[in-house]
Every structure is written in structure tokens, then in C-alpha cells.
DNA sequence: CAGAAACTTGTTACCGTTAACAAACAGACC
DNA sequence: GGTCTGTTTGTTAACGGTAACAAGTTTCTG
């Protein structure tokens, strides 16, 4: 549609030696701010004004820009909007460099979440929880020039890590359990309060004492299981079984469960997770002992499909993807604080008890 | 360490107007190329040059402007670089908003063979894998100037929307199932042919024919699957029973299991992927029909735990973390043929049986 | 040893956007 | 009517790099 005529080219017809507007190196390149203005009859500043949604515009004005912007299919140019604003409108994500459950429901709530904030994540994984990797995923993540950085999942190496790292970049840490003093703000998950429900729940059900599958123990998740597990059974006076120690997957489930499956007294197994208890339950059954007949199993996680485990698995609930939206606002809300030097935020989620068949009173 | 003096500054000592450089909006500064230019007494485009790799520089020059780097602690800004080279060494991935095992495994895979191409990864999930939420995903990474896009798992809608994305990026799609025809190059899992195997292996352990737990009909990796499977009935002659549509997880997997379990015709079952393995297993289990010895069943992935499954889970194998890279390198290559109208390559894995305990031979 | 070729280095323009300032224009108030 | 605010728009200068070209050095030739 016909809208106002454009206005002259005011820029100096003639430059220097070299004349010809020559393209640069490859890429077909879209329309420029500086296209939409002069189709609009407007300097590129008051369609950057637009973009933007400054106030001050005029009405009429700002439709002619709009349509010029549309029948342009222009696209603002982020790289140079980032370089003059210092704002990338992108996050980073260091994870852990494996197929956990967990850590990965929770990249996609934080995406999710982040699409809907105006931003992009970016993805670092590291190969091992270390000081020096983690050192370094900030450091490329910084070079993209993230706006904020979310840690899912970390060992202490990772929130140390983090809090020496030289770019002065906001973070969370989600996941992993901490000192409850961190430097920045974290969202957890209350392992060890979970725990306890789980070996509470097995206690309530008759069994003299309960034991534990663990997890790796240089992971506070896996120790603060440990923990809440323990205590339990001090406080209810009975007696404490040894805890070996363990990875997340089944098949250290399995090592762990023919240990336990050739012991007559082990009637009740806390596993600190669920693919854990898989691996014990496979364990179980090659000893030929029933479950929850002969041993009730209480996993942990909740994962989408231990409800069709054999039996299907009594567990504790942890919602990943609420967590990483969660962590997500908490970053957000980080960043628009002007460093000011308000505490931070620590947000702990307590998981739930899901009753279903591994468990059952004692006879 | 003292090197040489710093030439003088060369600026115009005085500007315009208003002369303080004051400083732009928050965030720390970290030092520039002009600052280590300055150090090592150089100009801002020998840094440049260093930095690139360029073989023009001399020795002794290079290593005072990498002193001088270090102890500014210099670290250059990729928006800058992007806004004057159009290429942010990022790239995106478009995933589909779920906990699939497949696509998860996937985008670990590429991203460390990302990070070891210098490139950094960036993740657009979709809700829905449909044309328009996908022409958006693309639209997103495309402002964040991506160089390239790895489409994950995709189904004809997200193909299809890639081929009309206005945006001229460079793409690639890992998993799916295509016409071996793409318009552009692809990495995919012979998804025909693992059934084949799979039904072939049910065959000859005797099984008059095979049934078949699928997943969703929509979903080109699905549909090889059936489509393997019954060529390979057909082929034996056997009965080819009905299809009922199902998704990816064990709840559908019960579904079916319930249906399949009902029907004493029913001696063993391909299922389209080990989770709704599961579920079918948990079914029988429940209807009293004992694995393997009344019906075997196999499985397609080889998810990481498959192998603790009630009981251990037959299964095609899959190296998802391999298709991954391998999609990257197809990427990288496809990005730096200089839009030549070099056909596009067509990666094809074949999956290979996995023998556990959950097939045995009829009696 | 002159001239050419190759190697180094510096200068300037430009990538596309936002920030800061200035100017033009309107309405409000005395 | 004139000054005084406030709104709207334009102009110029960054942001921090790379590309293109020019110019000054060497080093190689004959």
C-alpha cells in the first residue's frame, strides 16, 4: 500500500577513492535498519525507537514504520545490537556431559521458560565436574557474551568454579545441594528431607531398619540422600547398615543389589535413584526374592517410566522441568537487579512420596 | 615482564564537544584490542592479525602482542567479529520439547563435537513438531545469527519448514526417516532395516509371526519400523497381524502390551522402542504370560538401563552420541562448500541386534 | 647495486545497532 | 504574544572487531 513518499537519500553522493558499495564475503544479506527508515521516510533512529517501543513516537509515524518494516521482512540485527548494548538476549547452560534424567528435563523447562523471556540459551557441557572444564565452559560462554549463566546440577567443584570465574556474569545454580549460603542464588531440591520420607515411609510400614543403594559420593545430591536416610534411622533408634558406594545408573544398582539381596536381613532398600532401582530390583529377583513380598524398594525421582518398572516402583517425586522455569525466573530476576547487593534467593523444593507397588508392610 | 615501550597514543587528543570517554551502561569492561595494541605498541590490526593466525606477522611482534594479550587477560568479543564477519561460530539446534531418549543423547554428541570445531551450540525446542513452530524456531536462531542448524528427530513438518525457512542457513536433519532425497544432507538411522533384523531374529527362534507394538503413526522413525517389520513377515510368508497406533513411552507400550497379552495367538512382539518395551513387558507380566518362555519380546534403542530390565531387554542398538557427531561434520562440511551445487550426502547407520535375555526360542 | 618481489605494518572505512545530544515543533501558561 | 515546557525527530558518535588498501621494510634477483 502506498504510504508517504520516501525522502532523498541524504547521505554525500560521492566517498572516497573507492566508490562502489562492493558486498562483503558471502551470506545473502536482509534488509537493514537503515532499508526499513528510508522506505518509511524516517531516520534509522526512529526505527530503532520503534523496535523498541519507545513512547515518544508518533502514532502515524510508527505505523509507517512498521509497515515498512514488515513489507521488508526486516529483522533486527542482533550481533550489532548486542555489540552496542552489551546485551545478548542469550543465556548459557553448563551441564554435565552424560544422559542423566534429570539435568536434562530440566534444560528444557529453562529453555522454555527462556523463549518466553525473549532469550536463547546456549549449551556447555562439561566432561567432568571439575574446576579447570568449568572454568573454561564460562569462559566460551562468556566469549558469546551471555547475558547469565545457569549451573544444572553441580558438585561443589562447579559452584566454586563459578564464584572465582573472572567475568563478572550473573548466576544460579540449580539442582546439586549446597551450603544453603551460597554466593548466588540456587534452586534445590531438598534431597535430604526426601529421603527421610522415603525411609520413614518404609519404617511405617514395619520394617526393623532400612537399607540404602547410594549414589556416587562426591555428589552432594547423593550425599544429602545419605543423610536424610541416616538420620531417620538414628532417630528412629534402628539400626544403621553400611552404604557402599555407588553411580547413578543400574548397573551400579545391580552391583549393589546382589550385595544386599544376599543378605536374609535386608527386607527395605532406599535407592537414591530410580535407575538404581532398577538395577535392584534385577538384582532381587535373580536371588529369587520378591518384591515387595520380601523386600519393599523405594526409588527416587519419579522418572517417566518407573510406574511399569517390575513392580512398579514407589518413588520420590522431584519435577525437573518447574525446577529449571524456577531457576530460570531466579536468573532473570538476578540480572535486573543493578549488582546491588540484595542476598540471594535460595529456593528449596520438597519432592513428594508417589506410592505404588515395591513397597509393602512387613508380615 | 617488560617488552618495549608503548608507542604513543596516536588519537587526536582533542574531540568534539563533549570530550570524557564516560563509560556506556553497567556491566565490567574487560580490555579491547585497542588497549593490547597499545601495550605491545602495535596497531589494533597487527592485534587482529595475530589473533587470526595470519602468516604475515613477524615473530618477535606476535610474541609481544600474545604478552601483552595475557596480561590484559584480553579476550576478544565474538559480537564485534560476528557484526564484521557474519559468522558467530554458533550453532542451532532445533529439538522437539520432550524427554525422548534419542534426541537427548543426540545433543550431547553434538555438542562436543561442536565445542572441539570451536563452535558453541544454541537449543530452540519446539512444542509441537509443526511447520509453523518450527519456521519460528528457525526465525530465532537466525537472529541470533547462527551459522548453521541441526534439526533433531525431525518429522516431514519440520523438513519441510527448513526448506522454506526465508533464512538461506545452512541444515542439516539427524534421525527421522526422509526419501533419501533431502534437499539437504542427513543423517539417519535405517530404521527398515532394523526392524527387519529385529523380526528376522523373532522368526528364526521359531515364532510362526510377529507382532508389533508401535509407535506413533506420524512419526516417520515409527513408521520404518512397521514398515520393516511387515516386509519381513510378508517375505516369510507369515501373518501379518494389525498395528494399533501408540507413542514413545511405556504407558502406550502397556496399552498395547494389555491388547497383545490377551491374545494367546500372541508368541512374540517387536516393539518400536525399548520404553514401550517396557510397558509391554509389565503387561504380560501382569496377564501371567511369562518372558521369554511364552512370548519374547525385543526392544529398539538399547537405552543405557534396557539391559536391567524384568527381564533383560533384546534390543537394536543405536549409538545416538555417534549419529550426533556425525551430523555435526556433515554440517560443518556443508557450511563451508561455498553454496556449491554439490548434491547433499545421506549418512545411513544400521542398528544392529543386541541379544539379552528376553527372546528364547518356541517350544 | 638497482629493481622487483615478498614480507610487515599501519590507516581508513565499514558491519548494524543504540546512546547522547541537538533541533524543530507543538501546546500551555501568564 | 512570548516564554516555557514537553513531544517528536534527526544527527553524530560510539560499540569492537575485520577487510581493503597503502606504505614502509626487507630480501631476493640479475
Redesign the pocket.
Known sequence: MPTSDP?PD?EPAA????AA?RP??GKV?GS???DVAKLA??????V??V??DH????AE?RERVLAAMRSLNYR??LA??T???RESRTLGIIGFETTLFGPESMLYGIESAARAAGYLVSVATVRELAHQPVLEAVDRLAQHDVDGIIAISPKPAVTNALTHAPTGLPCVAVGGAGSGADPFPTVRVDNATGARLATQHLLDLGHATVHHAAGPPDWPEAQARVDGWRDTLYAAGAVVPPVTPGWWDAAAGYEQGRRLAADPAVTAIFCANDRIALGVLRALHEAGRRVPQDVSVVGFDDMPDSGYFHPPLTTMHQDFGELGRRALSLLLNHMSQVDGNTPPSHVLVVPEVILRSSTAPTR
Not at 521516510?41 to 526512529?46: D, I, P
Open positions: 525522502a541524504t566517498q572516497m577513492p573507492f558499495p562483503r564475503s544479506r537493514v535498519m537503515r521516510g524516517v531516520s534509522h533512529q526512529t530503532s525507537r523496535i523498541n513512547p515518544n513516537v508518533r509515524t533486527r540485527n550489532a545490537r555489540l552496542a548494548t
